[in-house]
């Protein structure tokens, strides 16, 4: 007969591998996809492709493209989402119920799709005259340099490309969304930018400028990259 200590500790030892002792596995959040596509705990109705497309190419208004962004850009907007330096009621509810793993996740999913290709069409936007202030083909080309405005291209590139990781491309965004996003910087909505160099670009904007500088950036054509996509989150 098996003494009753000895049992109770094999009793014990095996409990300690039950299933009941370990957390299930979400399964709507076990990919970066199926969180882009089911909203993880978010909920089905805040799934991010119901904005931003299944293709990843934005709703071609407030929602932009997602698709192809380098995925450090992405998932630094993800955290300023949820630590509140960027204002958005929908998207910092999002962000709070998804855990940093999961925001890296849905950010590599959509750094990994390709850019959508856009319609074919002229190369680069006719000129915008916004009625007060300058026209929006030098603002972004050639800054203002008494205001202390820097040109556009010189972080977003000359055919709004982007540069580097952290400046992100312009072309075939919505212009509505680039007026919204330099609005939400006026207004210190978004406080993510480096040094706050965007409050204060977007401070010495006129109205009207922050409105023909973001339909021209977003008319801009842009090359199509095909970088490899990343493998895996740095």
């Given at each position: 007969?098996?003494p009753v200590r000895f049992l109770?500790?094999a009793l014990l030892?095996?409990?300690g591998?039950?299933?009941?002792?370990r957390p299930?596995?979400?399964?709507?959040?076990?990919?970066?996809?199926?969180?882009?596509?089911?909203?993880?705990r978010?909920?089905?109705q805040n799934a991010?492709f119901?904005c931003?497309?299944?293709?990843?190419?934005g709703?071609g208004?407030g929602a932009?493209r997602?698709?192809?962004?380098?995925?450090g850009?992405?998932d630094?907007q993800?955290?300023g989402?949820?630590?509140?330096?960027r204002?958005?009621?929908?998207?910092?509810y999002?962000?709070?119920?998804?855990?940093a793993a999961?925001r890296q996740?849905?950010?590599?999913?959509y750094?990994?799709?390709?850019?959508?290709?856009p319609p074919?069409?002229?190369a680069?936007p006719?000129p915008a005259?916004?009625a007060s202030?300058?026209?929006?083909q030098?603002?972004?080309?050639?800054?203002?340099?008494?205001?202390g405005?820097?040109?556009?291209a010189?972080c977003?590139g000359?055919s709004?490309?982007?540069?580097?990781?952290?400046?992100p491309?312009l072309?075939g965004?919505?212009?509505a969304?680039?007026?919204?996003q330099?609005?939400?910087?006026?207004?210190?909505?978004r406080?993510n930018?480096p040094?706050?160099?965007m409050?204060?670009i977007?401070r010495?904007l006129?109205?009207?400028?922050i409105?023909?500088v973001?339909?021209?950036?977003?008319?801009?054509?842009g090359?199509?990259p095909?970088p490899?996509?990343?493998?895996s989150?740095?």
């Amino acid at each position: 007969m098996i003494p009753v200590r000895f049992l109770s500790a094999a009793l014990l030892l095996a409990g300690g591998c039950a299933p009941a002792d370990r957390p299930a596995p979400d399964p709507f959040s076990e990919s970066g996809e199926l969180i882009a596509l089911s909203g993880g705990r978010s909920g089905a109705q805040n799934a991010c492709f119901t904005c931003h497309g299944l293709d990843g190419g934005g709703n071609g208004a407030g929602a932009p493209r997602l698709a192809a962004l380098d995925v450090g850009y992405l998932d630094a907007q993800m955290e300023g989402y949820a630590s509140g330096l960027r204002r958005h009621s929908q998207m910092e509810y999002i962000a709070r119920q998804l855990s940093a793993a999961e925001r890296q996740a849905v950010s590599l999913h959509y750094a990994r799709m390709p850019r959508p290709v856009p319609p074919p069409g002229d190369a680069l936007p006719a000129p915008a005259v916004p009625a007060s202030g300058l026209p929006a083909q030098a603002l972004y080309g050639s800054g203002d340099p008494a205001r202390g405005l820097p040109a556009c291209a010189a972080c977003h590139g000359r055919s709004g490309e982007g540069v580097g990781a952290g400046n992100p491309p312009l072309a075939g965004q919505p212009a509505a969304y680039l007026a919204a996003q330099l609005d939400a910087w006026r207004a210190g909505k978004r406080r993510n930018d480096p040094e706050n160099l965007m409050l204060r670009i977007s401070r010495r904007l006129t109205p009207d400028e922050i409105r023909s500088v973001s339909a021209y950036a977003s008319a801009l054509g842009g090359p199509i990259p095909r970088p490899e996509p990343p493998e895996s989150f740095p």
